[in-house]
C-alpha cells in the first residue's frame, strides 16, 4: 500500500465519527448569519435614513423574532438537504441548494410574523431580510468549504485507471492541504477491507483507523471487497464513488434508469432540454440589459481610463466561435498595447496554453482591469446580442476547435459564457487540457442549478482574483 501525505491530521474534524457534528456546526453557522441577516435589515431599515410611518421597532424585538422563527428556518434547510450532505459533496451542488431554501425559509418568516404578530408588517424589512439571509448563509457555507478544505480528513483510491493523475489533481486542488490520499491496488484493498478484516464492526473499525471519508474505485472489483464497500457506505460513515473507465463517462451527460428491470444508463438528448434553453435565453436578456443599465456609469469610467492610458481603440474585438461554428466578434474593453512584440518563447508558450502568465503587452490599466475582470463588461452586449451566454463554455477562436479533437461537434452546439466552470475553477491556473475538460463536462451535466451555482462562485472568483492575468 502506498500513502500520499499533504499534511499531517493527527486530529481531523473530517474524520467519520465526526460526521455528524459538522452538521451542528452547520447549524450554528446558519443561526449566526441569519442573526446578522436581521440585524442588518434591522439597521438599513430603521437606522438608514428610511422613512418608517410607524417609527422604529425595539431590536430587542427582532431578537426575539430571529430565536422565534429559528427553528423553521433549520427546519426548511434541513429539508433542502443543506444539513445531510457529506464533506465530499460539490461546491456547486450545495450552493444550488441554498436560494430555494433561503426563499421558502423567507415566506416562512413572514407567515410567522402575520400570524404571531410579533413586528410591524414592514415590506422593506422583510426585503432587507431576504437579501442579507441570501448574503451571509451563501458567504457562511463559503467561509465552511474553506474550513472544510483544511480538515478533509482521508480518500481512497482503489484500483487503477488512465485518469488517476487527473483525478488526484482536481482532488488535491479541492480540498486543498488538508486531504489525505490514500491508494491501493485491488488487491491491497481486499485485504485491508474485505477478506483481511471480518464482521461488518470491524470493517467500520478499519474504515474509521484509516480516517476515511471517502472511497473512489476506478476498476472492477471482487464481489467480497464491492460487498464491504455496500456496507460502509449504507452505514453512512463513508461516502463510496466508482467512477467508470470509459473516457464519454467520466464526461457525464447521462441518466440512471431502471430499463426492463436491469440498471440502465441512457445519454441525455439534447431535445429534451429545448424548452429549458429557450428559457436560459430570456434569463440572458432580461439579466444582460439590467447589468447593462446599472454598470454604464462604470463602463463609461473604464472605457475613459483605456482611452487615456495609451494610443488605440476603446473596445478590443476579437474573431471567436458561437453556437454552431458561427463566429462573432467578442467585446472586451482593451488591455494591451499595440505597438509590443513577442519574443519567440512567448509565442511558443502563447500557442500551446493560449495565454501568457507575463505578457509584456499588458498596460498598467489593462493589467489591473483584467485583475478585476472589467475588462468584460462589454461581453454584456454580447449576451443581450445573443452571441453567448451568462453562462456557458469558454468563447474559443478558430484555430482552437482542433485541440477539441472528436468532441468538437458537441462543443460548437452549446453557446458560449461570459462566465463559466473554467472562471470559477482557477481561470488562468487551470491548463489548458483542463479548460477543455471542464467545458466539455459542463456541455454534457448543464442544468439551470448548474447555471445558478456558477454564477454564485463567480463573484468569489473574481474576489479572489485567482488565476487572473
Known amino acids: 500500500m502506498t500513502e500520499q501525505h499533504t499534511s499531517g491530521m493527527e486530529e481531523r474534524a473530517g474524520r467519520p465519527d465526526g460526521m455528524c457534528s459538522f452538521s451542528v456546526a452547520h447549524l450554528l453557522i446558519d443561526a449566526a448569519a441569519l442573526l446578522l441577516a436581521f440585524l442588518a435589515a434591522y439597521v438599513v431599515r430603521f437606522h438608514a435614513g428610511i422613512p418608517a410611518p410607524l417609527g422604529a421597532v425595539p431590536l430587542s424585538a427582532y431578537v426575539l423574532f430571529w430565536l422565534v422563527s429559528l427553528p423553521a428556518w433549520w427546519l426548511i434547510f434541513g429539508f433542502s438537504g443543506l444539513y445531510f450532505a457529506r464533506l465530499q459533496e460539490t461546491p456547486a451542488a450545495e450552493y444550488a441548494r441554498i436560494p430555494g431554501a433561503v426563499s421558502l425559509g423567507a415566506i416562512a418568516s413572514i407567515a410567522l410574523s402575520f400570524l404571531i404578530r410579533a413586528l410591524p408588517e414592514s415590506r422593506l424589512a422583510f426585503l432587507f431580510q431576504f437579501v442579507f439571509a441570501f448574503a451571509f448563509i451563501y458567504l457562511g457555507r463559503w467561509l465552511a468549504r474553506r474550513w472544510q478544505r483544511r480538515a478533509a480528513g482521508s480518500l481512497l483510491l482503489i484500483g487503477a485507471s488512465p485518469f488517476a493523475e487527473m483525478l488526484k489533481s482536481r482532488l488535491r486542488r479541492r480540498f486543498g492541504a488538508g486531504v489525505e490520499l490514500i491508494e491501493m491496488s485491488v488487491e491491497e484493498a481486499l485485504k485491508e477491507l474485505g477478506a483481511g478484516v471480518a464482521g461488518a464492526k470491524e470493517k467500520e473499525g478499519k474504515a474509521a483507523e484509516l480516517e476515511l471519508v471517502e472511497v473512489i474505485c476506478l476498476e472492477s472489483l471482487p464481489a467480497e471487497l464491492r460487498e464491504t464497500l455496500f456496507l460502509l457506505a449504507y452505514s453512512g460513515r463513508v461516502r463510496v464513488r466508482f467512477l467508470p473507465a470509459g473516457e464519454e463517462l467520466m464526461l457525464g451527460g447521462f441518466h440512471f434508469s431502471p430499463a426492463y428491470g436491469l440498471p440502465e444508463v441512457r445519454l441525455k438528448s439534447e431535445r429534451e432540454l429545448v424548452a429549458i434553453r429557450r428559457a436560459k435565453r430570456v434569463a440572458d436578456v432580461l439579466v444582460a440589459g439590467v447589468a447593462l443599465v446599472l454598470f454604464s456609469p462604470l463602463m463609461a469610467v473604464a472605457a475613459l481610463l483605456v482611452r487615456l492610458s495609451s494610443p488605440g481603440p476603446v473596445l478590443f474585438r476579437h474573431r471567436r466561435l458561437g453556437t454552431g461554428g458561427r463566429p462573432f466578434d467578442l467585446l472586451k474593453f482593451r488591455t494591451m498595447r499595440e505597438d509590443v512584440e513577442l519574443s ?126
Do not use: H
Open 344 to 469: 519567440e518563447a512567448q509565442k511558443r508558450e502563447f500557442a500551446r496554453e493560449m495565454k501568457l502568465v507575463d505578457d509584456p503587452r499588458i498596460t498598467p490599466i489593462g493589467k489591473w482591469l483584467r485583475r478585476t475582470s472589467l475588462d468584460e463588461l462589454p461581453q454584456l452586449l454580447n449576451v443581450f446580442r445573443g452571441e453567448i451566454s451568462l453562462v456557458g463554455p469558454r468563447p474559443i477562436v478558430p484555430e482552437e476547435i482542433a485541440k477539441y479533437g472528436r468532441f468538437g461537434r458537441i462543443f460548437l452546439s452549446f453557446p458560449p459564457g461570459l462566465t463559466g466552470l473554467w472562471q470559477v475553477s482557477g481561470r488562468s491556473d487551470v491548463s489548458y487540457q483542463e479548460r477543455i475538460d471542464l467545458d466539455i463536462y459542463y456541455i454534457m451535466n448543464w442544468s439551470p442549478p448548474l447555471d445558478a451555482a456558477i454564477l454564485l462562485r463567480t463573484l468569489p472568483a473574481l474576489l479572489s482574483r485567482r488565476g487572473a492575468y
